[in-house]
């Protein structure tokens, strides 16, 4: 069965850098796009990035540009997002979810990852 | 930031239909299809519509989803308990090269 499986929570002082990875499973990774959403606490869902497992290049929100990178590895089926300089507004839960096109609807969802930024 | 404006809450007593619009722009709503999801509090989100109207295996055709111009709409009838949760609509902005959410909206049942 399908599955995303990412990394465990992460606490940062602000202005570190945290990592964390999403592992798929149960699909031919390299035919979908992985997704980052991330939700703050009580808040709503903002996208995040876009790769193609594929091709490897992401497409970034313009606000992430400078702070996020997203990189696979197609030998583990995993795609990592890397936040730097984080700070309190950071806090979140973020999660990796597939689409078949860019276009498309995200039709499975990882469990998410907490990561939280604290003094 | 959300570009997608949802109402913040729904309600309606069991059996009840309901509706959950969200207003976008050309370069959103206007030009690419639609998608909307539900969350439980402390879950992932789960797809509940794509492509503006269909619906993945599984979902029940209680749910169904509708598009005019820059403006997209949820339908839920037959309310049931377990339709409480946060619900997103989202499509591809052209002009941010993303997708872009809605603000959610919370379903209670009455």
């Known amino acids: 069965q399908v599955q995303l499986l990412q990394s465990g929570p992460e606490v940062r002082k602000p202005g570190a850098s945290v990592k964390i990875s999403c592992k798929a499973s149960g699909y031919s990774f390299q035919n979908y796009y992985i997704h980052w959403v991330r939700q703050a606490p009580g808040q709503g869902l903002e996208w995040m990035a876009i790769v193609n497992p594929g091709v490897g290049s992401p497409t970034l929100a313009q606000i992430f540009q400078d702070r996020v990178t997203v990189t696979r590895d197609t030998s583990t089926s995993t795609v990592f997002m890397e936040l730097i300089s984080v700070k309190s507004a950071d806090t979140a839960v973020y999660f990796c979810?597939?689409?078949?096109?860019?276009?498309?609807?995200?039709?499975?969802w990882g469990q998410g990852t907490m990561i939280t930024v604290s003094p | 930031q959300s570009v997608l404006t949802q109402p913040p809450s729904a309600s309606g007593t069991p059996g009840q239909r309901i509706n959950i619009s969200c207003s976008g722009r050309p370069s959103n709503i206007g030009t690419y299809t639609v998608h909307w999801y539900h969350q439980v509090p402390g879950t992932a989100p789960k797809l509940l519509i794509f492509s503006d109207n269909k619906r993945p295996s599984g979902v029940p055709d209680r749910f169904s989803g509708s598009k005019s111009g820059t403006a997209a709409s949820l339908a839920i009838s037959g309310l049931q308990s377990e339709d409480e949760a946060e619900y997103f609509c989202?499509?591809?902005?052209?002009?941010?090269?993303?997708?872009?959410f809605g603000t959610g909206t919370k379903v209670t049942v009455l």
């Open positions: 979810a597939r689409s078949h096109g860019s276009l498309d609807g995200l039709d499975f």
């Open positions: 989202a499509a591809w902005d052209g002009s941010v090269n993303g997708h872009v």
